[in-house]
């Protein structure tokens, strides 16, 4: 599986951006996807979880309200719709992919196995 991640930019506070992220090489109805963030001098932290048929999603607290996370399997592509952002948004967002079923009641987070390169997301005050 490839992915490829896109939509990143600058955006003042209390504005929006829709990340996009494009696979290739596997079923795109057969696979998970979570979105996930690493701002600089930070850890890697989950933002969103989708579903193989975007029936089934789940996200961070401090994203929930004001991110969505959805998908077009006919397009191969998952979004991550980001409003209302703040400074502390900024990060490097990175789309994963993973063909397992996802344990929605006791792991909702997932496990991914497949990583995009990321994508840059700039919130100035």
């Known amino acids: 599986v490839q992915l490829q991640a896109s939509g990143g930019g600058l955006v003042q506070s209390g504005g929006s951006l829709r990340l996009s992220c494009a696979s290739s090489g596997r079923t795109f109805s057969t696979i998970a996807m979570g979105w996930f963030r690493q701002a600089p001098g930070k850890e890697r932290e989950f933002v969103a979880a989708?579903?193989?048929?975007?029936?089934?999603?789940y996200y961070a607290n401090s994203v929930k309200g004001r991110f969505t996370i959805s998908r077009d399997n006919a397009k191969n592509t998952v979004y991550l719709q980001t409003n209302s952002l703040n400074p502390w948004d900024t990060a490097v967002y990175y789309c994963?992919?993973?063909?397992?079923?996802?344990?929605?009641?006791?792991?909702?987070?997932?496990?991914?196995?497949?990583w995009g390169q990321g994508t840059l997301v700039t919130v100035s005050s």
């Open positions: 989708i579903g193989f048929s975007g029936s089934r999603t």
């Open positions: 994963a992919a993973t063909p397992r079923t996802m344990d929605w009641y006791t792991d909702p987070r997932g496990h991914y196995d497949y």
